[in-house]
């Protein structure tokens, strides 16, 4: 039995074509600071799991809030997938809220699905655009 890894393919189910666009997407988190800039940080080392490329670039997440509760530091990722029905989607949640835990400065973390507005390939930033073309998409 190999120990190697498939290498990842796009999903069956995703129609990755051109939709309507969102003045205020993709989020990056580029103009963050502080703690709200180590979740972003974190964020971005989390791959989509059908295909490699960071799931920031991907557009989907839509947000970090940064709380307390019971004074302690807590972020709230609001997040999309590319469609309802993704099988990864337990996956992608755990590693997203992870990934937000382990930044410094946080003691919690949890992630917040969200299905509006739409993910289209307008949420993807310049540098998951070139990211899809070397994987093979044409967009």
């Given amino acids: 039995m190999s120990s190697e890894r498939p290498s990842p393919t796009a999903c069956a189910y995703t129609d990755y074509v051109s939709g ?4 205020e997407f993709p989020k990056t988190g ?8 180590r979740v972003w940080d974190a964020l971005s080392a989390v791959e989509d799991p059908e295909m490699p490329i960071s799931v920031v670039d991907l557009g989907l997440i839509y947000g970090v809030r940064i ?4 004074g302690k530091t807590n972020a709230v990722v609001t997040m ?4 309802t029905g993704c099988p990864a989607r337990s996956m992608l949640k755990g590693d997203i809220r992870e990934a937000a835990a382990t930044a410094e400065g946080i003691d919690s973390a949890e ?7 739409e993910w289209t390939l307008e949420m993807v930033s310049e540098a998951g655009k070139e990211d ?5 998409l044409s967009i």
């Fill in 20 to 23: 309507e666009g969102h003045e």
């Fill in 30 to 37: 580029e103009d963050a600071t502080g703690i709200e800039r």
């Fill in 132 to 136: 899809l073309r070397e994987f093979g």
């Fill in 111 to 117: 992630v917040s699905l969200v299905w509006s507005p």
């Fill in 67 to 70: 709380g307390e509760i019971d």
């Fill in 80 to 83: 999309t997938l590319t469609y």
